[in-house]
């Protein structure tokens, strides 16, 4: 499995960014996919997370209400849609995929997002 992330940039402050995260190779209907962020000189965490089958989403609490996770299963894309963003949402955001979105297997490469005040 191999994922590429993109989308990322810089925004001011309440503004938006999608991110997408494409998966290639071999992929499983039970994986799940889950959006991470590492701010600098802290460790990643969750961000939002969805199964590839089926209408389960997850968020952490900085997300609810301004985040919103989607999939195209055909096209094998899951987006990030980012709203109302704050300085505090800069980070290098990574998308992952598993059996659970919160423990993926697979990883990859990180886009950075810029928030502005």
């Known amino acids: 499995v191999q994922l590429q992330a993109s989308g990322g940039g810089l925004v001011q402050a309440g503004g938006s960014l999608r991110l997408s995260c494409a998966a290639s190779?071999?992929?499983?209907?039970?994986?799940?996919v889950g959006w991470f962020r590492q701010a600098p000189g802290k460790e990643r965490e969750f961000v939002a997370g969805?199964?590839?089958?089926?209408?389960?989403?997850s968020y952490a609490d900085s997300a609810k209400g301004r985040f919103t996770i989607s999939r195209d299963n055909p096209k094998r894309t899951v987006y990030l849609q980012m709203n109302a963003l704050k300085p505090e949402d800069t980070a290098v955001y990574y998308c992952?995929?598993?059996?659970?979105?919160?423990?993926?297997?697979?990883w990859g490469q990180g886009t950075l997002v810029t928030v502005s005040s």
């Open positions: 969805i199964r590839w089958s089926g209408s389960s989403t």
């Open positions: 992952g995929t598993g059996v659970s979105a919160t423990t993926p297997d697979y």
């Open positions: 190779g071999r992929t499983f209907s039970n994986y799940a």
